[in-house]
């Protein structure tokens, strides 16, 4: 049993799917995939013991033992009793509960159901030993699960026993506690791992009994979440192995050793109530950290932050109203709340957990994202912000216009029109980039033809590109219409004027290149999807993150879980990082150009994906996870006898760099590249090929042997849907062979 191996189910709350599968790819347990309320993996017994032990977000981990039709309950009672010999997994003195669940096809009755499981068990006992096991729904020995989905049954042991969201420290809980499981999820999607590892503090205004700092400090901490758990579903088990487990749990210990020693008092938790802070105590010191947090009884209309040398993250779940008082009396709270955050919080992050969400509104802060969450049946929002002055809500002065920065009081009419059109694609890109979580979008793109500009949107910063005007436009029009957009920019985006770059974009010759624009070296971060990478908007034509690929980056990052990628052409290798985050095996990025491959080096390392900063002269003799190759993509695919899973192919449309052999034209050379390519590919890879030429046709006859998939449109942003053609996209594969 220690070593076969079985697809196991993880349960969890509903919405945390997607945060449970990257933590148990992380536990180097491979996930097969994702389902309603949990995720089914694969592996041995180490695999299912790890999760037990060391899952934040799991509720159980099942082990299915049999799958059938059964129709009628009495259907339910002969699979039970046939199809499972039960003296393989306990002996008849074990006391057994069994949890029955179906979903709304099913017309069983679950309690009747669960009933007709244990007789199974019992008679099949009975006629072998002549002794039944007895019934313990408290204190079960063992726990078997039954869910039903219309005439299916799944069976399966449970491995957790009680459900792993108790951790056993929490004797006394507030009002309203949240389950440790959901405070998990709500620091994970608040991005609290990230901030811990760099000596960032946490504080909770509204910490009640402890639940959120304490989880937060048990992730800095390394500390595993089952440590204090008394016993597991498997401990009765007959094929439980005592020495493996003993094993992982020392291994987990000597963890938790290291991390108490590294640990410093920067969790800090305050509620105006007395009994409630001493509870929290209780509770911090049950789990072993009690001397990490600092309880304070204060109430928030105080709050101030500590006293740290980095800024950090505050994480708060005010009352809901339901529970704890009446929601027209939570309206101050949230507004005390945004007050204390913009006076004494600046430049921190912040997590508002919250079954209001139009309460929120009442901080004067913009939500940079937000998440969909459940507390028990409660629909809840989890709010990220970023408490800097360019998100806070100033209140409008009724009836009078934004403000320009030109003196006129009325706008000349070409310039009237392109401040409407602005402020339109303002209100509706916008809100959509708010409500995704979007800070870097294009925010107009020639939209009237007479103001050829496109404007994109970088964090708090604005990249302005002119484009050649219409023939229809004359020179000193064209002119004259640049400086209405340069002159209306900064009022209606409220952007001071330097933290607007401007650049003429020229249609280039054929053989032309393009060339360094400047040398200020101003990089700075810009967030995608929870990713981060740096970007530059002077020194070049393009800032170093393509924002039409935003798609493809995330396609290719949900492709890449368990897979060898090779990004061909990476430039500054963002969706490299996209397929590191997705859990690759390994990554190859190749580009000819130094200081994009050592930009490239940064990006990986800003996300923490062990990728060197610089590209390696020579070949080291054990290669890292996330390598960078320096060289010329077309000789180096020629001669690469690697194979991949999934290739990345963004090639420029047209190149005559001193460094090249040839020059390269993506229009004339696309079947060459893409058949050595291809070539690279393993049996059941997948080539993305991602094209910007306006007028590119694939020569789908020349390749005629891979089966090709037009996915152009569903990778175009919403914020490109006006310009379709920004590119064009394309998924390969080997085609399947019919018997």
């Known amino acids: 049993m220690r070593n076969k191996h079985h697809t196991f189910f993880a349960t969890c709350p509903k919405g945390i799917e997607e945060l449970l599968y990257h933590e148990i790819l992380s536990l180097d347990t491979p996930p097969v995939k994702r389902a309603r309320a949990g995720v089914f993996f694969k592996g041995d017994l180490q695999s299912a013991y790890k999760v037990c032990l060391w899952s934040r977000l799991a509720n159980r981990v099942l082990l299915p033992l049999a799958h059938f039709e059964a129709k009628t309950p009495d259907d339910l009672y002969i699979r039970i009793y046939e199809q499972i010999q039960w003296d393989d997994h306990m002996s008849p003195g074990e006391k057994i509960t069994v949890d029955f669940t179906a979903d709304h096809t099913n017309t069983f009755h679950s309690h009747y159901a669960a009933l007709r499981v244990k007789d199974a068990i019992a008679d099949q006992f009975r006629a072998k030993t002549g002794y039944r096991p007895s019934v313990d729904t408290e204190n079960p020995d063992i726990r078997i699960n039954v869910h039903m989905k219309k005439d299916l049954a799944q069976v399966s042991l449970d491995l957790s026993g009680l459900s792993l969201h108790k951790r056993f420290y929490r004797m006394a809980g507030g009002a309203a506690p949240l389950k440790e499981n959901l405070a998990a999820a709500i620091l994970l999607r608040a991005h609290w791992p990230q901030l811990a590892r760099k000596g960032a503090p946490l504080v909770d205004p509204l910490c009640g009994s402890g639940t959120l700092l304490i989880e937060g400090a048990l992730m800095a901490m390394d500390r595993a979440p089952g440590l204090l758990r008394p016993r597991f579903g498997f401990t009765k088990w007959k094929q439980h192995d005592p020495d493996l487990w003993q094993s992982l749990l020392k291994e987990a210990e000597a963890r938790a050793e290291k991390g108490i020693q590294k640990a410093s008092q920067r969790f800090f938790g305050f509620d105006k109530d007395p009994e409630i802070i001493a509870q929290a105590r209780k509770n911090a010191s049950r789990a072993g950290i009690g001397d990490v947090i600092s309880f304070q009884t204060r109430d928030i209309k105080v709050l101030t932050a500590p006293e740290t040398t980095v800024p950090g993250l505050l994480i708060a779940n005010p009352p809901y109203g339901e529970r704890m008082g009446k929601k027209m009396n939570l309206d101050n709270l949230y507004k005390t709340l945004g007050d204390r955050l913009k006076k004494h919080y600046d430049g921190w992050a912040a997590g508002v957990f919250t079954a209001h969400p139009d309460l929120a509104k009442k901080m004067g802060i913009r939500a940079r994202k937000q998440y969909s969450l459940f507390n028990g049946p409660i629909p809840c929002k989890l709010l990220n912000f970023d408490i800097r002055e360019e998100w806070v809500m100033h209140p409008k002065t009724p009836g009078r216009p934004l403000p320009l920065a030109s003196e006129k009081a009325d706008p000349e009419p070409g310039a009237e029109m392109f401040q409407n059109r602005l402020k339109k694609n303002l209100k509706t890109l916008g809100k959509w980039a708010r409500k995704e979580g979007i800070t870097c979008y294009r925010l107009y793109d020639a939209d009237m033809p007479e103001y050829a500009v496109a404007i994109d949107v970088y964090e708090d910063q604005l990249h302005v590109q002119e484009y050649r005007a219409p023939d229809s436009v004359s020179p000193l029009n064209a002119k004259k219409r640049l400086k209405q957009v340069l002159t209306v920019l ?73 897979k060898r990628v090779l990004n061909l052409f990476c430039y500054t290798a963002t969706a490299t990082v996209y397929a590191a985050k997705g859990g690759a ?114 020569d789908r006859d020349a390749l005629q042997q891979w089966d090709i998939k037009d996915i152009t449109r569903s990778t175009i942003p919403r914020d490109f849907h006006r310009n379709p053609h920004i590119h064009k996209a394309f998924e390969m594969r080997k085609k399947l062979k019919h018997r």
């Not at 001071?496 to 990089?523: L, M």
């Open 585 to 698: 095996a390994t990554t190859k990025s190749v580009d000819m150009g130094k200081t994009y491959l050592k930009w490239a080096g940064k990006n990986l390392s800003l996300n923490h994906c062990n990728g060197p900063e610089h590209p390696p002269k020579h070949q080291p003799k054990h290669q890292p996870k996330h390598q960078l190759v320096q060289a010329d993509c077309l000789e180096w695919i020629a001669a690469c006898k690697d194979r991949f899973d999934v290739i990345y192919l963004d090639p420029p449309t047209f190149s005559n760099s001193k460094r090249m052999q040839t020059s390269f034209d993506i229009q004339r050379d696309h079947v060459e590249l893409l058949t050595r390519t291809l070539r690279l590919l393993s049996p059941d890879g997948v080539l993305m090929f991602s094209c910007n030429r306006r007028k590119f046709k694939l």
């Open 490 to 562: 900064p009022g209606i985006l409220k952007i001071p004027r330097e933290k607007i770059v401007f650049k003429v974009r020229e249609r280039k010759k054929k053989d032309a290149q393009y060339e360094r624009f400047d040398s200020q070296g101003r990089f700075f971060e810009a967030r995608e999807n929870g990713l981060r990478f740096l970007v530059n908007l002077t020194d070049y034509l393009d800032t170093g993150l393509f924002l039409d690929q935003r798609l493809l980056r995330e396609r290719i990052g949900k492709a890449s879980a368990g």
